[in-house]
């Protein structure tokens, strides 16, 4: 089988990185899919690097067992933590996540910019390197979103529990007079109506999943992956926890998904 015909991997943390699939399928409808849930060992954020790199690498050896071409790296701690070492060492296109700094820095108003996100990825030298490339004369309120990845993953998505968490996060921001709040971690795009809800107009939220899928787009196209076909697409998910939350967040987009649970 010619590659271009072959899927793109996805592998995330647990059930967030669906909101970069999602991007992903509505502006390549055609492409086959691979989606890999690791929820068993969610969240990263707190784990090491050499911890993250090692889950990054079995991972990235799970999806190219079954033919991935391209991998979408769709977890912001193990974009900025382990990226780099697997474009290295595979040879396949990445893809990563890296919270959409440069925008919010272009676009604020107040010269204040929020991030909320998982220690992992504050903590890892691209996010430095990217706040210093990017952010320059503005001011960066950090804030690790600790416990949200957890809710997200066993699908609280608007309990009390989460809406209490947001509210503990977003306080002090709004109150600094921050006026644009990045979405460090693929899970968080699930969070926004609740975060709007709490937010009100005082903040616009930037999430980096449409840019992504361009991309994939891009880099489909550099490397001449880019499926020819126009039949229905394939997509197949697997997660090693969880399947109950993946397959609700899936299922307005592939009804009747069908969910392999593995070790």
Partial sequence: MSERYQPIGFFDSGVGGTSIWKEAVRLLPFENTLYLADSKNAPYGGKSKEEIIR?????????????????VVACNTATTNA????????????????????????????????????????????????????AAGIEVVEQVGEGLVELVEQGEIDSHRTRGLLEHYLTPMMEAGVDHLILGCTHYPYLIPVIKEIAGDSMNIIDSGFAVSRQ????????????????????????????????????????????????
Avoid: C, M, W
């Avoid at 889950?55 to 991998?71: C, D, H, M, V, Y």
């Avoid at 290295?88 to 996100?117: D, H, N, S």
């Fill in 216 to 263: 994939i787009k891009r880099l489909l196209e550099k490397h001449g992956l880019k499926n020819p076909s126009t039949e229905p697409a394939r997509h197949t998910f697997f997660t090693n926890s969880h399947p109950a939350t993946l397959r609700k967040l899936l299922e307005d987009d592939v009804p009747g998904v069908e969910i392999t649970v593995i070790p």
């Fill in 83 to 134: 990226i780099s070492h697997l474009r290295a060492k595979y040879p396949v296109p990445f893809v990563g996540i890296e919270p959409a700094i440069k925008p919010a820095a272009l676009q604020t108003r107040t010269g204040k910019v929020g991030i909320l996100a998982t220690r992992g990825t504050l903590s890892s030298d691209l996010f430095a390197e990217t706040a210093r490339e990017y």
């Fill in 55 to 71: 889950l990054s690498e079995k991972n990235t050896g799970f999806l190219l067992e079954r033919g991935a071409k391209l991998i």
